[in-house]
């Protein structure tokens, strides 16, 4: 079992960054996939950005050229930094681990985005 926490977010100003940082506990894959996602109020879940384990990245056009995905193997962290927001990032942001066609799919509780002036 893995257990994953987010942390990072909060209230930032629209043009502002922040990075958000996802800490796995647990004994985690070393051929996962990492994920950030993140809902807006009555909106479905959507993927922001993701890196497997040879270091493709897919990240979402809603925030292309604003936002990066990087893990560290040796802190088990996986960061989601972005920057240039925009009142429309507002949302939860999740993070998730998975590895392709196995039960290992972990999700985190969510940390809270709020971009507004």
């Known amino acids: 079992q893995v257990q994953l926490v987010e942390s990072g977010g909060g209230l930032v100003q629209p043009g502002g960054s922040l990075r958000l940082s996802c800490t796995a506990n647990?004994?985690?894959?070393?051929?996962?996939?990492a994920g950030w996602y993140r809902q807006a109020p009555g909106k479905e879940r959507e993927l922001v950005a993701l890196?497997?384990?040879?270091?493709?990245?897919n990240i979402a056009n809603s925030v292309l050229g604003r936002a990066t995905i990087s893990r560290d193997n040796v802190k088990n962290t996986v960061d989601l930094q972005m920057n240039s927001l925009k009142p429309e990032d507002t949302a939860v942001y999740y993070c998730?681990?998975?590895?392709?066609?196995?039960?290992?799919?972990?999700w985190g509780q969510g940390t809270q985005v709020t971009v507004s002036s």
């Open positions: 998730r681990r998975w590895v392709q066609n196995t039960k290992y799919d972990f």
């Open positions: 647990g004994s985690v894959s070393s051929i996962d996939v």
């Open positions: 890196l497997n384990a040879r270091g493709l990245k």
